[in-house]
């Protein structure tokens, strides 16, 4: 079920100015998703910032408030397709059309090989893919009426290589990234652009899932505002860290003895969950 409720319109702050009117992210409740509703909201952007815990996103409101920003809310489980495309249909006509739809909500922790069951599996690709296309595609032909529109995708830098526990998490990361690629060069200049984002290790609730202690990792504020800088330029990827993009990219192009024997000598969390 989709609530919408209205929290506050006001003056932007003195931050560079944002190119969007309007913007709904997904997983605005926490880490990236609330950093990155932030910045876009200090940019003049009015958010609609959506998730399931309700009094998150109030908070997070509210804080955008306290800095003269402007933003709604929107209870939404991006786990039912049909309500997700129904409540972000709404939110468009409400606001006047949505002029940047980040799909960020997302889930992912370590899943062993060798204890991976469809059950442990489906959320992922229910919240990760399935729901993150729902997302993108709601507003889709009413974007390309308009000849304006920006699609965005948190997906990860798991898709350049092999990750221990990854198998799933990095099958939905691709299919999201694989999307974006392809509607990106079929839109071509009908005015609405596509890209997909891929993060490192980002100091979130979600990374606090993995037991080890990665390389490089940002903060949610350093990520968000990072993409908020190139999104208006339309990039068709936007990667960060480099040096972990970089060394993703050599392990994938190792001789397949020696990269999948650096990959099973890693623990990124627990062997069983
Ligand atoms: N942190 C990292 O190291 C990292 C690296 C690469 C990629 N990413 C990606 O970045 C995105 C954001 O993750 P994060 O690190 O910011 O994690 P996070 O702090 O755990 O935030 C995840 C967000 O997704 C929302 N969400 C989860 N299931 C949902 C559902 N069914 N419906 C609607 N919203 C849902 C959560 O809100 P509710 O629980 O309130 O619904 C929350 O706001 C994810 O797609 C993740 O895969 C993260």
């Known amino acids: 079920m989709a609530n919408l409720s209205h929290i506050q319109v006001g003056?932007?702050?003195?931050?560079?100015?944002?190119?969007?009117?309007?913007?709904?992210?997904?997983?605005?409740?926490?880490?990236?998703?609330?950093?990155?509703?932030?910045?876009?909201?200090?940019?003049?952007?009015?958010?609609?910032?959506?998730a399931r815990r309700i009094e998150l996103l109030e908070a997070t409101a509210r804080s955008i408030r306290a800095r003269r920003g402007s933003a709604r809310v929107l209870e939404l489980d991006v786990t039912r397709p049909d309500d997700t495309v129904a409540a972000i249909r709404r939110v468009?006509?409400?606001?006047?059309?949505?002029?940047?739809?980040?799909?960020?909500?997302g889930i992912g922790w370590p899943q062993p090989a060798r204890s991976l069951s469809w059950?442990?599996?489906?959320p992922l690709f229910a919240t990760n893919f399935t729901g993150a296309l729902a997302t993108l595609t709601a507003v889709l032909p009413e974007m390309v009426r308009r000849g304006r529109g920006h699609l965005v995708g948190i997906s990860s830098v798991a898709v350049y290589g092999p990750t221990p526990g990854g198998s799933g998490y990095r099958a939905t990361k691709a299919g999201l990234t694989t999307f974006l690629d392809n509607l990106r060069i079929?839109?071509?200049?009908?005015?609405?652009?596509?890209?997909?984002?891929?993060?490192?290790?980002?100091?979130?609730?979600f990374a606090d899932a993995f037991s080890m202690q990665p390389p490089m990792v940002w903060s949610?504020?350093?990520?968000?505002?990072?993409?908020?800088?190139?999104?208006?330029?339309?990039?068709?990827r936007i990667d960060f860290p480099f040096s972990v993009v970089q060394a993703m990219r050599v392990l994938s192009a190792l001789p397949a003895f020696l990269r999948d024997r650096l990959v099973r000598r890693v623990r990124l969390g627990p062997d069983d969950e």
């Open 186 to 205: 079929e839109l071509g200049d009908s005015g609405v652009h596509a890209t997909a984002v891929h993060p490192g290790f980002v100091r979130t609730p």
């Open 11 to 50: 003056k932007p702050s003195l931050a560079r100015p944002t190119p969007w009117r309007t913007a709904l992210v997904t997983g605005a409740s926490s880490g990236i998703g609330a950093a990155l509703a932030h910045r876009l909201a200090e940019g003049g952007t009015e958010v609609v910032l959506a």
């Open 92 to 105: 468009d006509a409400d606001v006047g059309g949505l002029d940047l739809v980040v799909a960020n909500a």
């Open 119 to 122: 059950e442990k599996m489906s």
């Open 220 to 236: 949610a504020d350093d990520a968000a505002h990072f993409i908020v800088r190139r999104l208006p330029k339309a990039p068709a």
